[in-house]
């Protein structure tokens, strides 16, 4: 199962009844305990031992930087050098005890003397840069969004401070840290800069190597943005009564509300975010029950390529018979039609009842796609629209007389969705593809408000967002995925999650199980892609990766969870 990520807002709510019960300290001392058992084993897994570790320690003023105080004078206890730099001047006092106690180093810090201020940077950004380990302590879940002196100075110091160390290093062959290995970085919370809730970064902000998250998954660490600076996350629970809302959603605390999608005002900021789907998750990829038969399984049907670029047609059917459809229809051009025949014997071409389409990878002609496309509105069978498809649906989505099917999947890149967004959305005449690409989160649920279909935005770290703006993070895939017919891959995979994955029963939840199904769907093709060296080679490694699922279960993957010790 897909695990929920929640705002900053949805944590603090959660946590209020236990601080209100005077349960706070008892909170801190777990989320420290299980930062500590983190930082452990890292130093541990890269100097072999704790004792004379150099650890510097950025605190804040508030219980961000208790838990890191906290960590940091059981890291102490254990034999680590622990400096501490608090730029604000201001600390959680038990965590500066407990630190104090432990041994730690307290620099001055003078943060209402702006030069005294500067200098306390510069000294402390030259300690951090040599240090073995560098616990972000900063802010956390109750950060106001900017960041400015003297926290921007001292991150931005240490940072400069860090990088010279390293061209220093390569050019002398010189040790930075005191073990060689380079240093390590660990956010407690969040990293600080990013916006817990949204993954915004700010202009300055910390980059973890490991990030140790407390309560709940924060929504900002598993979007694009604050993904990509959060590092590996680790997770401590802390027995918060946080959980999905019943029916799902929709809830969209920490965005402003967008035209035809519901306003959060009102409700509870409890529900989750955003789904993080994982590897471990593929164990619900669609399977066929034992009394299942070709047209149960699910039948998908597939126009893609053209005569001009067969091969999309190729690999978009290949892709869904590996997946382990029912049957595969191919419609659309005889020469596309010829060539899967060729390669899968079991494929038809007669016309017939689908129980989901694939359409437009490859540049398939408009009138064999508006043929069928129409009859699908009508019947309300899920479709996956890509490419040449997504061309098309301004055009559909004036003239059509129901609404999109619930299940429909458009699979844009930002170039596409970008050019699909200018034609059906007034406000978007100018957005450009930068603009996609700096907030994709915000492009992609537009366009899923605008057209009532789930949109998956492809990109490095793909997207998905349901019309009523929830969102599905899959964990992102090997960068060798970015090679032609890639993406005619993922759509056949998408159209063989729908047609299989939504029988038997029809779901109360349409475009939620549809977008679950295509967040598999992006996994799947992550690992056929972990090898593979060209779309054929992903198309080659699809069932091999679900067998090895199925008997062996995914390898090298796991949620990160910490257990304090
Ligand atoms: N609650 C719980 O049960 C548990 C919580 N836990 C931990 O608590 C963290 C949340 O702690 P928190 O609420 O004290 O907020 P935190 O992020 O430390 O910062 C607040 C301070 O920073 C200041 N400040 C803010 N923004 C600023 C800016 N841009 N620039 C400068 N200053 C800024 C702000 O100042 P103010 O806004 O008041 O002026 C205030 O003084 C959470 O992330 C987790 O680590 C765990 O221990 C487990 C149990
Ligand atoms: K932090």
Redesign the pocket.
């Known amino acids: 199962m897909p695990v929920p990520a929640y705002s900053a807002a949805a944590v603090?709510a959660a946590?209020q009844p236990?601080?209100d019960a005077g349960r706070?300290e008892s909170?801190?001392r777990t989320?420290a305990a299980g930062l500590a058992t983190v930082c452990r084993r890292e130093l541990r897994s890269a100097r072999g031992r704790i004792t004379g570790a150099r650890i510097v320690v950025f605190a804040?003023?508030?219980?961000?930087?208790?838990?890191a105080l906290l960590a940091a004078a059981n890291l102490a206890h254990r034999g680590a050098h622990v400096t501490v730099s608090a730029p604000?001047g201001?600390l959680h006092a038990e965590g500066r005890r407990a630190a104090r106690r432990a041994g730690a180093l307290f620099l001055d810090s003078a943060a209402d003397v702006e030069t005294a201020a500067e200098a306390t940077a510069a000294e402390a950004a030259g300690l951090a840069a040599e240090a073995d380990l560098v616990l972000d302590g900063l802010?956390?879940?109750?950060?106001?969004?900017?960041?400015?002196p003297p926290?921007s100075t001292l991150i931005h110091a240490w940072q400069a401070a860090a990088r010279r160390r390293s061209v220093q290093q390569a050019n002398t062959g010189q040790r930075s840290t005191s073990h060689g290995a380079s240093q390590i970085v660990v956010a407690?919370?969040?990293p600080t800069g990013v916006d817990a809730t949204t993954g915004e970064c700010g202009d300055v902000h910390v980059r973890a190597d490991v990030t140790v998250t407390?309560?709940a998954r924060k929504a900002g660490l598993h979007l694009p943005g604050g993904a990509e600076v959060s590092g590996r996350i680790e997770y401590v629970d802390?027995g918060l009564d946080l959980h999905p809302s019943e029916d799902g959603g929709p809830p969209l605390d920490g965005w402003p509300s967008l035209e035809g999608q519901p306003s959060r005002e009102s409700e509870a900021a409890s529900g989750p975010e955003v789904w993080v789907v994982d590897d471990v998750d593929l164990r619900d990829w669609p399977r066929p029950g034992p009394h299942d038969h070709k047209y149960t399984r699910g039948v998908l049907g597939v126009i893609a390529g053209s005569r001009q670029f067969p091969g999309a047609g190729v690999l978009t059917s290949l892709a869904a018979v590996h997946a382990g459809v029912g049957m595969l229809r191919v419609q659309g051009a005889g020469t596309v039609q010829d060539a899967v025949v060729a390669r899968a014997p079991e494929v038809v071409t007669t016309p017939g009842r689908v129980q989901a389409w694939t359409m437009g990878s490859g540049a398939p002609e408009p009138h064999d796609m508006m043929e069928f496309l129409s009859e699908a509105i009508g019947t309300g069978t899920p479709l996956v629209l890509d490419a040449g498809a997504l061309a098309l649906l301004p055009a559909l989505l004036s003239v059509a007389t129901s609404p999109l099917p619930s299940c429909t999947v458009l699979t844009p890149h930002a170039g596409e969705l970008t050019e699909l967004l200018t034609r059906i959305d007034d406000e978007a005449a100018d957005l450009d593809r930068g603009d996609v690409e700096s907030d994709p989160v915000r492009w992609a649920r537009r366009a899923a408000g605008l057209t009532g279909a789930v949109v998956l935005l492809k990109g490095h770290r793909t997207l998905i967002a349901a019309p009523d703006g929830r969102l599905w993070a899959p964990t992102p895939g090997p960068p060798g995925l970015a090679t032609a017919g890639s993406g005619d891959v993922l759509a056949g995979l998408v159209g063989a999650a729908l047609a299989t994955g939504l029988r038997p029963d029809p779901t109360d939840d349409p475009a939620g199980s549809a977008a679950a199904l295509a967040a598999l769907a992006v996994i799947l093709h992550n690992r056929a892609g972990r090898f593979a060296r060209s779309a054929s080679g992903i198309v080659e490694a699809i069932a091999a990766e679900l067998a090895e699922i199925e008997h062996v279960g995914p390898t090298g993957t796991g949620r990160g969870d910490t257990h304090a010790r």
């Open positions: 603090r946590e236990l601080l706070g909170l801190m989320a804040g003023p508030g219980s961000n930087g208790g838990d604000l201001r802010l956390g879940t109750g950060a106001r969004p900017r960041l400015d926290l407690v919370d969040v407390f309560g802390l």
